[in-house]
């Protein structure tokens, strides 16, 4: 099992830039696939991205593109989650998630299921 920690959550004004960090520990994550979810309150859990274990295919889900950036460093074992210009309406709990290569594949790249292993979640509040 693999055991995943976020980190880099907090409170940001509205425009502002945060980077989440996702990382694993005693396993290396270089033959995962990586998802970041969120959970607004009162919401459902959403997919907002995935990149696969050769970063090959990245996925966003609307609402983010051109304002998130996924990445990895398999050197250093850890996903990012760089997010600019945030809106209030992106406050939420963030998790990440791992899974095989073919999680971040099609057009179900966001379904949960497809992930085996949770982090616990980091906190992002976007509000002046």
């Known amino acids: 099992q693999v055991q995943l920690v976020e980190s880099g959550g907090g409170l940001v004004q509205p425009g502002g830039s945060l980077r989440l960090s996702c990382a694993a520990s005693?396993?290396?994550?270089?033959?995962?696939?990586i998802g970041w979810f969120r959970q607004a309150p009162g919401k459902e859990r959403e997919g907002v991205s995935c990149i696969s274990s050769s970063r090959g295919v990245i996925y966003y889900v609307d609402s983010t593109k051109g304002r998130f950036t996924i990445s990895r460093d398999n050197a250093k074992n850890t996903v990012y989650l760089q997010m600019n210009s945030l809106k209030p309406e992106d406050t939420a709990v963030y998790y990440c998630?791992?899974?095989?290569?073919?999680?971040?594949?099609?057009?179900?790249?966001?379904?949960?299921?497809?992930?085996?292993?949770w982090g616990q979640g980091t906190q992002v509040t976007v509000s002046s």
């Open positions: 998630a791992a899974g095989p290569e073919s999680a971040c594949s099609g057009s179900n790249w966001f379904r949960q299921y497809r992930y085996s292993d």
């Open positions: 005693r396993f290396t994550l270089d033959n995962y696939a």
